[in-house]
């Protein structure tokens, strides 16, 4: 993508990138999933469809807002791509989404506190908590070297865990490890193609039934 000076520019380049381009229909295949209560008449929350371009993406859309999954080799052939899901991990298939891993505020303080007692126990260094501590700024019990407190230690890690702080806080810290994690949408988005993939296989295995079936029937 080039920078563009103003929007007319923009329109000028654009507008003689696309010319020439031509309409072609792209085949694809879309799914509602959804429950529906034993009269047909009521359905839950939480309804999707998934979308499925074949040897380009696979789309999530619905009451779980939107995420395309692309650059899977596997996206060529429904049974492939079926198959994929069912047995990818959760990692891996995020990773090939429009998410994107967050600042995990819990993470990164849960890790500064394991490694400060880490390091103290193993080289009774306790510089981890020096720093802790001085960012708690609570009342200590000793003032004269809280770090060798195990109240003032204590008190400190637990004000750091219950803190709600952004991640260039953390920058305050020397060493500080920054973590990340998978937006709750992520984990949404995965369990619902995992729900599609495991009802694509009934289908599947149904039809490949069906069609033993016809041909055994047809034949002479």
Known sequence: ????????????????????????????????????????TTESAYHFVVTWIP???????????????????????????????REASFDYLSSKSTHRREFDCSETARAMVAHAYSVARRYRDFDWFKEIIAWADLPLTNSEAPETCAEDR???CRELLGSELLEHDFYDFEDAEIHTSWPAAAHWHYEALRTW??????????????AARAKAEAAP
């Not at 993508?1 to 694809?28: K, N, S």
């Not at 993939?197 to 069906?210: F, G, P, Q, S, Y």
Request: hydrophobic share 40%; net charge positive; glycine share 6%.
């Open 154 to 156: 204590m008190n400190a």
């Open 197 to 210: 993939a495991n009802l694509m296989t009934r289908e599947i295995v149904e039809a490949k039934r069906d």
């Open 55 to 85: 040897g380009r993406s696979l789309i999530v859309t619905g009451d779980l807002c939107e995420a395309v999954y692309t650059g899977v080799t596997h996206f060529a052939y429904l049974d492939a791509t079926v198959r994929l899901v």
């Open 1 to 40: 993508m080039r920078y563009f000076r103003d929007h007319a520019h923009a329109m000028r380049v654009i507008g003689h990138t696309f010319a020439g381009h031509q309409l072609r229909e792209q085949p694809c295949q879309s799914w509602m999933v959804r429950h529906t209560s034993n009269d047909g």
